[in-house]
């Protein structure tokens, strides 16, 4: 028999992430040993190729969506048009605010207009979606997104949301705070939405000795939730704003977080020090090297994914 009866047709002609095709099989079972042997490698090369189904695929195929109304949908900023502040309301479906159980966490979003659903880190802490049955997100609007079309959407519209995922902030990794009294925060962007979550749920910033947020923006008018600012302080949290394009008269950080925190006075001990990173790729992994190269633990370093 030729080998070319015995190979699926091309991979422009199957179906996304078939199988191999039961009648294939049948064709492997009737060759001679000789011929498997014969025919071996190109078997192998095959395998892994027809038989793997990404993991996206499956998970979006498992998740459970369930429709949800929008209770407020407003800019986040003062002047920028990319930034929302999103709540959705979840009084009539108690388990998903159930399963909001840590700081971190985040859930697929679902709009009619995009039946691909999007990520979303919830900005609001697991114990103020118990009270007011609500989740609350910062969302950040890239043209031709999910999330764009969501910001396109008015109070009271329907959208389709899981139930909370991941793993969050595994803030028991630095904990008790009186052997962890330092914790580096760091967030860009829309990144401050998670952040928020865990300041707001409480990690014992004020039981800790130096406890820093530096957080990155454009400029003022892109850095979302200012009027936090004085609360996060109060419950120990020194906030250090860092803005790469900033109007004159800025005397504040300017750069990058990276470039930032590199300029900042380290007086810490690495063996008692903790951090949390949430934002653009680049910055959490240069600030990584950065704690690294300086001692810090690599199981200290806590992402919420």
């Known amino acids: ?87 959705l309301d979840l009084s009539d479906s108690p388990e998903l605010i159930s399963s909001h159980t840590r700081p971190g966490q985040y859930l697929q979003l679902r709009v009619p207009e995009s039946p691909k659903p999007s990520f979303l880190a919830i900005a609001s802490p697991p114990s103020k979606a118990a009270a007011t049955g609500e989740f609350e997100f910062l969302v950040k609007s890239v043209e031709g997104s999910t999330v764009e079309a969501l910001c396109g959407m008015k109070k009271g519209e329907v959208v389709e949301v899981s139930q909370a995922m991941g793993k969050g902030f595994e803030i028991d990794r630095i904990e008790p705070p009186e052997e962890f009294p330092t914790v580096f925060v760091f967030a860009t962007g829309s990144g401050i939405s998670p952040i928020r979550s865990l300041i707001e749920s409480g990690f014992g910033a004020s039981q800790r000795y130096d406890v820093r947020l530096y957080y990155g923006a454009r400029n003022l008018e892109r850095m979302a939730y200012q009027d936090r600012f004085n609360d ?41 020090t903790g951090a949390i990173l949430c934002g653009q790729k680049q910055m959490a992994e240069e600030i990584t090297s950065i704690l690294l190269a300086d001692g810090v633990s690599s199981d200290k370093i806590l992402k919420n994914f």
Request: hydrophobic share 40%; proline share 14%; no cysteine.
């Open 1 to 87: 028999m030729p080998l070319s009866l015995l190979l699926p047709p091309p991979p422009s002609l199957l179906p996304h992430a078939n199988p191999l095709p039961p009648s294939h099989m049948s064709v492997l079972r009737g060759l001679t040993p000789a011929a498997v042997g014969s025919n071996r490698l190109h078997i192998r090369r095959l395998r892994p190729r027809s038989l793997t189904v990404s993991a996206a695929v499956r998970q979006e195929a498992t998740t459970l969506f369930t429709p949800t109304p929008i209770s407020l949908i407003e800019p986040a900023a003062n002047s920028s048009p990319l930034l929302f502040h999103i709540h």
């Open 232 to 272: 996060w302080e109060s419950s120990g949290v020194k906030i250090i704003p860092v803005l790469s394009k900033p109007d004159d008269g800025w005397i504040g950080e300017t750069g990058y977080v990276q470039a930032a925190f590199s300029r900042a006075e380290k007086k810490f001990s690495p063996l008692a």
